[in-house]
């Protein structure tokens, strides 16, 4: 290829992502880099460019990680584990190990090259991960169990009493609600209960400012327990006296009850 062609494919693959808002001048080093390594494939530059983009964290490569790259692993995944639950932890597991700073060096997103397709590349990451997940699986204690011993805490007489009585119907409609979340909801969720990540780098993850983060957990957080609190009424036929005490047992060890129940496998709307 001349150099005038290849100087063509930078701009073209740069051309194709008008929303990336980064300062492009060192595309063009990186591309330079994985040519003289044998990468950098003109057909490939564009993904080269989105995985750059990405490593760099600019939201709008971000997004388009998540929705052109990330949503199309599910085939290789399926091989290790078919359930839909499964492939949205395979997803955050990649979006923390591909694009989240390892140590004091770069994302390593950042060893992609362009030799061949991005979506190839994931996918073979995306395998490797599953099979160390799947190897990794230690038993989860029920959220049966974590609820009875969140039951026992509760300071609260009336609280502890409802739970008591109603504990498999708060599950039932806790673990449906989380079900029902937007995607995004749902990993940002199992990201900050399940896994302890901090808000700070949920936010470097998306792209996004630490209070847009802050405010997509509380978002969540409020969507579900106002679903759980509506699936409740529906499925006890309480009376509307009984509604500002289920409303105090929802809300009580609300974020231990989700961590608890992301932790125990909640399922995704997917899974039927």
């Known amino acids: 290829m001349s150099e005038a062609s ?114 190839a590349w994931v996918r073979v990451a995306a395998m490797r991960a599953a099979l160390n997940l799947k190897r990794g699986q230690r038993p989860a204690v029920p959220a049966d169990d974590v609820f009875e011993q969140l039951v026992g805490r509760d300071p609260d007489p009336e609280t502890r009493h409802l739970k008591t009585l109603y504990r498999a119907e708060f599950a039932d409609a806790l673990r449906a609600s989380l079900a029902a979340l937007p995607d995004r909801s749902r990993a940002i969720l199992r990201l900050h209960f399940a896994d302890g990540m901090q808000l700070a780098r949920i936010a470097a993850l998306y792209g996004v400012h630490e209070s847009t983060a802050s405010r997509w957990v509380k978002a969540a957080v409020e969507a579900a327990s106002t679903d759980t609190r509506r699936r409740l009424l529906q499925r006890l036929r309480l009376s509307p006296a009984s509604l500002d005490s289920v409303t105090r047992m929802i809300q009580s060890n609300l974020d231990m009850s989700i961590r608890a129940m992301l932790v125990d496998g909640a399922p995704s709307e997917s899974d039927g």
């Open 6 to 119: 290849w100087r063509s494919a930078l701009q073209d693959a740069q051309a194709a992502r008008p929303d990336v808002s980064l300062d492009r001048t060192g595309f063009t080093s990186h591309a330079e880099e994985c040519r003289s390594a044998g990468g950098a494939a003109p057909e490939h530059l564009a993904d080269l460019f989105l995985a750059w983009a990405a490593g760099r964290g600019d939201p709008a490569a971000l997004r388009a990680f998540d929705t052109q790259v990330l949503d199309r692993i599910d085939p290789a995944v399926r091989r290790v584990d078919p359930s839909a639950s499964f492939a949205d932890e395979v997803r955050q597991e990649l979006r923390v190990r591909l694009l989240l700073p390892a140590g004091d060096g770069p994302p390593r997103i950042a060893e992609y090259q362009a030799r061949g397709a991005l979506l």
